[in-house]
């Protein structure tokens, strides 16, 4: 595999990366956007909100599926890119994934534009908690139902942690600890927005680089999208590595059609080898 556009435009750049669900499907979490995506369609906050069934299968469901996320090991298009930052070639990244396997493969810089799957909100005070903490409130309201649903098996996690349960109509949801009110995953879901703070880290990362790559997004959602328009806007090259075609490949410079785990990894390797090449 040759990519030679790809590292001409990204060589000698200070480069800000941008990465989505395609970057952790060689980790085992499925892209449900992706060409071999599961058909589900990913919930909605109004969904949470206003069902109470609806809320009680997610959570039970997430009370299994989140613990798998936490055991989801980075692949090597997450040590790539952790490598180019410790190289000096990356300012930092964005990414629309809430795995955190970016931050386990040793990334510095990183802005979890959607969230992480590890903590946990009150929509009511806003008071947040560590997953870990409501994992043993919500197994001290539920005994036996972990064991019970992992006997069943056929455990699939989707990229918020989504988990195939077979009977979520007994399980009890926990509720804030502080004020009692209503607890969420600390993920921005489809109807949210993402919260302004970081939305500014993030144009400010895209800001202080020479070059925008994003790596295994279909860029459908304008939350990502909008920093691909920032960038080609102000002049920043874009490069996608994307397997599939993006919403923004007629703002890219260079688009690669492939996976981002032999990519990034090729990548890594070009643009460190000329940097120790290159004299001075
Ligand atoms: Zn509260």
Not at 28 to 44: K, V
Not at 56 to 73: L, S, V
Not at 80 to 99: C, K, P, R
Not at 143 to 164: C, H, K, N, Q, S
Request: hydrophobic residues 40%.
């Amino acid at each position: 595999m040759d990519a030679p556009e790809l590292v001409a435009l990204l060589q000698g750049r200070r480069v800000a990366v941008l990465t989505g669900a395609g970057m952790s499907t060689d980790s085992g979490i499925p892209d449900y956007r992706g060409p071999d995506s599961p058909p589900n369609n990913p919930m909605t906050i109004r969904q949470f909100t206003s069902d109470p069934v609806f809320r009680q299968r997610y959570w039970a469901r997430n009370h299994i599926g989140w613990r798998h996320m936490d055991e989801t090991m980075p692949n090597a298009g997450h040590r790539a890119l952790a490598a180019l930052e410790s190289d000096g070639v990356l300012v930092g990244l964005i990414t629309q994934n809430v795995d955190l396997l970016h931050t386990k493969a040793g990334s510095r810089t990183v802005v979890n534009l959607h969230g992480t799957y590890a903590q946990v909100v009150c929509l009511d005070c806003g008071h947040t908690m560590p997953r870990t903490a409501l994992a043993t409130a919500l197994e001290a309201a539920n005994p036996g139902f972990l064991e019970r649903a992992e006997a069943v098996g056929g455990i699939a996690v989707a990229p918020d942690a989504d988990a195939v349960v077979a009977d979520t109509s007994s399980f009890v949801i926990v509720d804030c600890p502080l004020c009692g009110g209503m607890l969420k995953p600390d993920i921005v879901y489809f109807g949210e927005n993402v919260p302004k703070d970081r939305v500014e880290q993030a144009y400010s990362l895209v800001d202080s680089s020479d070059a925008l790559l994003v790596a295994g997004s279909s860029l459908t959602v304008y939350s990502g999208y909008r920093f691909v328009r920032h960038a080609a806007a102000h002049g920043i090259p874009v490069a996608i590595i994307n397997r599939g075609p993006t919403r923004g490949d007629d703002l890219a410079a260079v688009k690669v059609d492939a996976g981002c785990s032999e990519m990034l990894t090729l990548l890594a390797g070009e643009l460190v080898r000329t940097c120790t090449a290159s004299p001075g």
